[in-house]
């Protein structure tokens, strides 16, 4: 969905505030047009702009899936999942400007991205060059936002740089990685055969290739492994979190992406909602990845047929949190695998962001699953007990 | 030229791909040396008589393709083959354009393939090598010849029947037939047919490109 969208149904920040989305009036929306008219209802005084929970979680504990840059494009770090995506080492970003990983057609609009985040616009999407591998571009998708750093005083740009389609380039680092320990296993494994054939299987080089057989298999294994374990989720604090704010702010990244694949969002939170212990940055994750799913669910139904439905409410000893769409639906058979690793309803889908959340969820004592609706769409709920994990 | 077996090189970063080429090379009976990167390979060819290189496309440092494009540019034709963990049309067009052998996908190519490829490259460096000695023998002789006779040379070479060339020169039959038995003492022959393949190989550039024959 680019801009072309945009432009051709007229649709623009003016027109939006004319026609607010469907929320309560106390809800405030963190962008651009709703933090000029409303007056900020939470987060640091410096702006409307800082949502509450995550933001400071993320300073603290330098999420894995975050990238900070100084408004003048400057990157501060990286978080681990970022870094393992775009760089071979710290020599990569450290002293360079995140302008310089932009392909160079985007590096205006990147500048005047992060200019508009500085001055208050919560989201957009910029595309980014991968630097380890300068031959192709990949195009990566980044919710960001600014944040005053009051331990350093200085200001940074703070970007989410996760969803299903980033871990693409990730998992060809991994699988480049693989290919190599595989190549020799192969070539160890040929020699071997021709020298037992030829009656040589007592031979030095025989034992020494077979030894290598070993000793690959075994690197491979631990390669994989290490793919498994980077990509389960670290699950850092439980905090008592308010699942409704949590929503809100997710929702907050992704609104304006709805607006432009004309995406009617309906909030259904419940009024009274206990907090939770769970570790916010992970959960907004999952959150943010079942929005994504969703919206992306729709992009087949006619724009006026696309309505996402996002509740909250207690239900015995948990919360749960709801993801409604109006899609196409997933065939019942799918539902059952869907948070399998590896599988995808989504074509050129890596299925490796469901599987995730449901870790994520679990990591919390909590449970996830998936129904198609009757007539149309489906949904995506998650629990996630009270009391916490292990009761 | 020494006539000592002609050696294949692999230049691979990974020790364990060495030492599979290694036994693999023992196997075919072809002499090996490795070099874990394209410096240590620059530092000490020149001593192994290298006949055939199996190049790893990622390398530490100077890459596969970069050291590839340095021989040639420094008319080095010992003839190449690639490896790469990927099968990408680009790196197998620029390769091919550089003369390699061929490219192979290292993580799709039989032990037997590798050595057939091997022994390709080291045959193709036998008749570069041969090509470029005649080229070397034939150079002199020619410089010999005085602009008459390398005017002539080329006439016959053309395929042009005697009287045509006198005719063309504006010579006499017996002035023509004196040319030419000075043209075939100075380039030491007794065949036109030496005469036409020499002077080919004398106008070809170093790596055997002949000259179209006009």
């Keep these: 969905m680019g801009m072309s969208d945009k432009k051709r149904m007229g649709i623009s920040d003016s027109s939006h505030k004319s026609e607010p989305p469907p929320l309560a009036a106390d809800e405030t929306l963190v962008?651009?047009?709703?933090?000029?008219s409303q007056p900020p209802r939470r987060?640091?005084?410096?702006?409307?702009?800082?949502?509450?929970?995550?933001?400071?979680?993320?300073?603290?504990?330098?999420?894995?899936?975050?990238?900070?840059?100084?408004?003048?494009?400057?990157?501060?770090?990286?978080?681990?999942?970022?870094?393992?995506?775009?760089?071979a080492s710290a020599k990569d970003w450290q002293g360079k400007s995140l302008l310089d990983w932009a392909v160079p057609e985007d590096r205006?609009?990147?500048?005047?991205?992060?200019?508009?985040?500085?001055a208050g616009a919560a989201l957009a999407c910029i595309s980014l060059r991968h630097p380890f591998d300068k031959a192709e571009d990949k195009r990566v998708e980044m919710t960001s936002i600014y944040v005053p750093d009051p331990i350093r005083g200085t200001a940074l740009i703070w970007c989410l740089a996760w969803s299903a389609t980033e871990v693409q380039p990730w998992a060809r680092v991994f699988a480049h990685e693989l290919k190599q320990p595989l190549a020799a296993l192969m070539g160890s494994a040929q020699i071997c055969q021709r020298l037992e054939k030829a009656g040589k299987s007592a031979s030095k080089d025989f034992r020494e290739s077979l030894e290598r057989v070993v000793r690959l298999s075994e690197k491979s294994a631990e390669l994989i492994d290490r793919l498994q374990s980077s990509l389960a989720p670290k699950i850092q604090q439980l905090a008592p979190t308010n699942v409704n704010d949590l929503v809100?702010?997710?929702?907050?990244?992704?609104?304006?992406?709805?607006?432009?694949?004309?995406?009617?969002?309906?909030?259904?939170?419940?009024?009274?909602?206990?907090?939770?212990?769970?570790?916010?940055?992970?959960?907004?994750?999952?959150?943010?990845h079942l929005l994504k799913n969703a919206s992306e669910a729709m992009d087949e139904v006619p724009p006026a047929?696309?309505?996402?439905?996002?509740?909250?409410?207690?239900?015995?000893?948990?919360?749960?949190?709801?993801?409604?769409?109006?899609?196409?639906?997933?065939?019942?058979?799918?539902?059952?695998?869907?948070?399998?690793?590896?599988?995808?309803?989504?074509?050129?889908?890596?299925?490796i962001g469901l599987s995730m959340s449901r870790s994520i969820v679990q990591e919390h004592g909590g449970n996830i699953w998936a129904r198609p609706l009757p007539g149309r769409g489906s949904v995506f709920i998650f629990s996630l007990p009270i009391s916490g994990k292990g009761t | 030229m020494s006539n000592v077996k002609p050696t294949v090189c692999l230049i691979e970063d990974d020790a364990d791909l060495r030492a599979n080429f290694k036994v693999s090379m023992k196997g075919a009976g072809i002499p090996q040396v490795s070099y874990a990167s394209a410096e240590d390979f620059l530092e000490g060819y020149e001593q192994k008589n290298v006949g055939c290189i199996v190049l790893d496309?990622?390398?530490?440092?100077?890459?596969?393709?970069?050291?590839?494009?340095?021989?040639?540019?420094?008319?080095?034709?010992?003839?190449?083959?690639?490896?790469?963990?990927?099968?990408?049309?680009?790196?197998?067009?620029k390769a091919m354009r550089h003369g390699a052998v061929d490219v192979l996908t290292k993580s799709a190519f039989k032990e037997e393939?590798?050595?057939?490829?091997?022994?390709?490259?080291?045959?193709?460096?036998?008749?570069?090598?041969?090509?470029?000695?005649?080229?070397?023998?034939?150079?002199?002789?020619?410089?010999?010849?005085?602009?008459?006779?390398?005017?002539?040379?080329?006439?016959?070479?053309?395929?042009?029947k005697n009287r045509k060339i006198a005719e063309h020169l504006g010579i006499s039959t017996k002035t023509l037939d004196i040319h030419r038995a000075n043209i075939m003492r100075k380039m030491q022959t007794k065949t036109v047919a030496d005469l036409v393949r020499w002077r080919l190989i004398n106008k070809a550039d170093s790596s055997g490109v002949m000259p179209m024959v006009s």
Excluded: C
Aim: aromatic share 4%; charged share 20%.
């Design chain 1, 305 to 351: 047929e696309r309505t996402l439905t996002l509740s909250t409410r207690q239900e015995g000893s948990d919360v749960q949190v709801a993801v409604m769409d109006s899609g196409k639906g997933i065939s019942a058979g799918l539902i059952e695998q869907i948070f399998q690793p590896l599988r995808s309803s989504k074509p050129g889908g890596m299925g």
């Design chain 2, 113 to 160: 393939t590798l050595i057939e490829r091997v022994r390709e490259g080291l045959q193709r460096w036998e008749s570069v090598k041969k090509f470029q000695s005649e080229r070397a023998a034939v150079g002199p002789r020619v410089a010999t010849l005085t602009p008459r006779e390398v005017e002539v040379l080329d006439l016959m070479v053309a395929g042009n």
């Design chain 1, 43 to 87: 987060g640091s005084a410096q702006g409307a702009h800082v949502p509450p929970i995550i933001w400071s979680q993320l300073a603290s504990s330098r999420g894995e899936t975050v990238l900070g840059v100084s408004p003048a494009g400057m990157i501060e770090f990286l978080g681990g999942a970022t870094g393992r995506m775009f760089t």
């Design chain 2, 57 to 93: 496309v990622r390398l530490p440092g100077l890459s596969g393709l970069e050291l590839l494009e340095r021989l040639r540019s420094e008319n080095v034709l010992i003839p190449v083959v690639l490896l790469t963990a990927n099968a990408d049309v680009q790196t197998a067009v």
């Design chain 1, 248 to 288: 809100r702010e997710g929702l907050s990244w992704l609104e304006k992406d709805f607006r432009q694949r004309h995406i009617r969002v309906e909030m259904q939170l419940a009024e009274k909602l206990p907090p939770v212990p769970a570790d916010a940055v992970q959960l907004q994750r999952v959150i943010i």
């Design chain 1, 31 to 36: 962008d651009s047009s709703s933090s000029i």
């Design chain 1, 108 to 118: 205006l609009p990147l500048k005047a991205y992060l200019k508009n985040v500085a």
